[in-house]
């Protein structure tokens, strides 16, 4: 049976531009969902509460923000805290702002912090606290007042330079804009290739470059080798198949273009932290069959 996450329908109405909700609590037993909207999740001596964003998981810090993309999955999780975390969460339409609006160039971080949402952002603690006032006072403002305070704060965060994304690129498909035709090409080429072997010589090509001069143009606009981006895209559909089918370890191996297991193993326990069987048993507790 395929699982599929808990779909949620939010309180948000095709009237209001977003929704805010602040509250305390020390359980966090929402099960992991996804929503069309996009939202920014606040929490407050939250330690010891386990974050799951896409293939992502991990524990988080007494206090953290994270922007969460249209339809990406997500939860935390505590079954009891010795404290009280306080958690503020902001909801918004996913087109809020048109995108012709969006591609004007005094919005041009907000968009990229938009696209880059679709792997969910976690923002540094420095960030968290440097915004905490006007999150948790957010809630009091009402009118055109909140909404120019909300996009406010999403262009303080846009320009934050201390953000980290969470999920894999190919966990949901989705695309980051890297203002490179060739960049735009060559991920189009391994997304649609990835389970056949890609060599460097083969994506130059395509680029019209030399080798050289395509591994540093590559690692220039991306931040990564050719080689680790080809293994994100891998790994993200491994995680997927993971998550959504009972294949065994090695059938998701090979199907997504690992020829070796024991390389595919190692990779992802590097990647992830954790093996493949106990990625799977992580999130088997945390999802809806339907």
């Not at 923000?65 to 975390?85: I, K, Q």
Request: with cysteine; charged share 25%.
């Amino acid at each position: 049976m395929k699982a599929k996450f808990f779909r949620e329908i939010t309180p948000l109405n095709q009237f209001d531009c977003f929704t805010i909700f602040k509250r305390k609590k020390n359980i966090f037993d929402f099960p992991l969902h996804t929503h069309e909207e996009f939202e920014l999740n606040f929490i407050l001596n939250g330690k010891g509460v386990k974050r799951i964003i896409g293939d992502h998981s991990e524990e988080i810090e007494p206090i953290e923000l994270v922007l969460v993309g249209s339809n990406l999955p997500h939860g935390w999780f505590a079954n009891h805290l010795d404290t009280v975390a306080e958690e503020v969460t902001i909801q918004f339409h996913k087109d809020l702002f048109d995108q012709k609006f969006l591609k004007r160039n005094q919005l041009y971080f907000i968009r990229t912090l938009l696209e880059k949402s679709a792997n969910g952002i976690l923002f540094s603690k420095e960030t968290a606290q440097g915004i905490q006032d006007r999150i948790l006072n957010l809630v009091d403002k009402q009118g055109f007042e909140s909404i120019l305070e909300l996009l406010s704060i999403l262009h303080s965060l846009s320009i934050s330079e201390q953000m980290r994304l969470l999920s894999s690129s190919s966990f949901e498909e989705n695309n980051i804009s890297y203002n490179s035709r060739r960049i735009e090409v060559t991920f189009e080429f391994i997304r649609t290739n990835f389970l056949t072997d890609i060599s460097l010589a083969e994506v130059a090509k395509l680029a019209n470059m030399t080798e050289v001069s395509f591994s540093r143009f590559f690692k220039k606009h991306t931040g990564k080798t050719f080689i680790d981006s080809l293994n994100e895209v891998r790994l993200g559909h491994a995680t997927r198949l993971l998550i959504d089918t009972t294949q065994t370890i090695a059938e998701i191996a090979f199907q997504c273009g690992f020829n070796n297991l024991s390389h595919f193993n190692r990779l992802f326990k590097q990647k992830k932290a954790c093996t493949p069987k106990e990625f799977r048993d992580k999130f088997a507790g945390k999802r809806t069959f339907i």
